[in-house]
């Protein structure tokens, strides 16, 4: 499905600077860049995607190295620790909006991606958040709730979204369905009943 995009604004350079913090990211990576990359382009967006190393020490450069020619788009640039590729990354975007995204989930899947974005562009929100997947927020209106930002781990876009609902943006949050979600409610609902249990007993 092709999108018909809202033009970006006269300060920024793309629709869309793509944020993807990756550690030891080797095995997902390259896939992550090469199907954001296909992805948007296909939609007509203007992006730059910024890969940013949190400390990797695998073969991940090594990989994104050899997409350079294949994708111009892509930018390697480094973070000073784990949890601080978001901060670096929106310093460095230059797009009118921001996609947060880790290298497994998009070389999974980007469903989804092209609505929220396209809702973000044309001022329909201030951020949408698909919590354990990805996060695009208006980048101008988002940047004080990311600065300074440490992010890591499967949490990372539920702080976000906490971040940005503190500084009063517009936010859509959905919850996505999954293993993680799934697991978490059994762990509820038999905490729940070993304690009725001891009741009854």
């Known amino acids: 499905m092709v999108l018909f995009l ?22 997902a990576v ?9 992805y948007l382009r296909a939609t007509g967006t203007s992006f ?5 190393d949190e400390d990797s020490g695998d073969n991940s450069h090594a990989v ?33 909006a921001l996609l947060v995204i880790t290298p497994d989930v998009a ?21 949408e958040v698909a919590l354990g997947r ?20 499967a949490a990372m876009h539920r702080r976000i979204s906490k971040r940005l609902h503190v500084r009063n943006l517009l936010v859509r949050v959905t919850e996505t369905r999954g293993t993680g979600v799934a697991a978490k409610t059994a762990v509820g609902r038999l905490r729940a009943f070993a304690a009725r249990a001891g009741r009854v007993a």
């Open 30 to 38: 390259g896939v992550a860049v090469r199907r954001t990359a296909e």
């Open 64 to 96: 994104l190295a050899l997409l350079r020619a294949e994708i111009p788009e892509l930018r390697v640039t480094t973070a000073p620790g784990r949890g601080r590729g978001v901060d670096v990354g929106t310093a460095r975007a230059q797009g009118t």
């Open 107 to 127: 070389a999974a899947s980007l469903d989804g991606v092209g609505d929220s974005l396209r809702r973000v562009l044309a001022s329909e929100g201030d951020a």
């Open 6 to 27: 809202v033009p970006m604004s006269d300060s920024a350079r793309f629709d869309l600077s793509v944020i993807l913090p990756f550690g030891d990211d080797e095995e």
């Open 134 to 153: 990805y996060t695009v927020c208006h980048r101008v209106r988002a940047l004080a709730s990311l600065r300074g930002a440490r992010l890591v781990g």
């Open 48 to 52: 730059e995607l910024l890969a940013i």
